[in-house]
């Protein structure tokens, strides 16, 4: 009988929960740990529609990126998002692991498959102790493209890989051919991909301050979306579960996208 615990500690083997930053909290987060689970539904975030969704399907468990909760709480009702959630899933026996930053840094997780989306050769990981926590296991991987391009071409490509709503870039006039990548919100590594002497650097929620120092050090730098750079890990968890628990159906969710939609001027 394959249970919620047996679950979790095949991804806890994938995607070490000692790789995560101190002040993250992705592991087992909701639920009873010797329930049986026949379904798991899969996605970046587990929102209303996601656990509507699964509720529907017959799903056990939800297996998402983000966790359904970051830090303490000190009541769970309906008053708030994360309340109403965990509530819900109680309520319908739903179970939640979630698999954050441990997943952003373990090798196979977010920023491996990133890079293998873009299409990045001879991927290395980077990392800076005086960065984050992080010790050398790192966050950006780094790569080369196969064929040189402006980033004028280089970002409607990246929003096609990603299937994302749109890219929002600065171009510094040199063409992309080094490439650091950094799911979710890495801004903070700019200096850091600068430094090992990439010219282009694929990131999301990138700060005005963080555009500015991006063009000082010149180099080029896409915000690529949280979703869109994220969402990546989803079809991977469902392919490793589905391989690893044969008896269990698997799938990714079809209700949740990305929110956000971009318009030109």
Avoid at 198 to 219: M, N, P, Y
Wanted: charged content about 20%; hydrophobic content about 40%; overall charge negative.
């Amino acid at each position: 009988m394959v249970t919620v615990d047996k679950v979790f500690s095949y991804l806890n083997e994938l995607f070490p929960l000692e790789n995560k930053i101190e002040s993250d909290n992705p592991g087992f987060l909701v639920g009873r740990g010797d329930r049986e689970v026949t379904r798991i539904m899969v996605a970046l975030d587990i929102t209303p529609e996601v656990i509507e969704e699964s509720v529907e399907w017959g799903a056990e468990l939800i297996v998402s990126h983000h966790p359904v909760i970051y830090s303490g709480l000190l009541s769970v009702t309906d008053n708030d998002f994360t309340g109403e959630r965990v509530l819900k899933l109680a309520e319908c026996g739903i179970s939640a692991i979630c698999m954050h930053t441990n997943a952003d840094i373990s090798q196979g997780g977010v920023n491996d498959l990133l890079a293998a989306r873009i299409g990045l050769k001879d991927v290395e990981t980077v990392a800076d102790t005086s960065l984050s926590p992080l010790g050398d296991r790192g966050v950006c991987r780094i790569g080369n493209m196969s064929v040189s391009m402006q980033v004028e071409q280089f970002a409607p490509y990246v929003a096609k890989a990603l299937g994302g709503n749109g890219v929002k870039y600065y171009s510094s006039g040199k063409p992309v051919k080094r490439v650091a990548v950094g799911g979710g919100s890495c801004g903070v590594y700019i200096a850091l991909v600068a430094a090992a002497g990439c010219d282009t650097f694929v990131t999301s929620d990138v700060k005005h301050g963080q555009i500015l120092e991006a063009k000082w050090r010149g180099i080029n730098i896409l915000d690529a979306g949280h979703f869109a750079t994220e969402d990546v890990l989803c079809p991977a968890i469902v392919d490793h579960l589905s391989k690893r628990f044969t008896s269990v159906e698997v799938k990714k969710s079809e209700r949740l996208a990305d929110p956000m939609r971009y318009v030109g001027v």
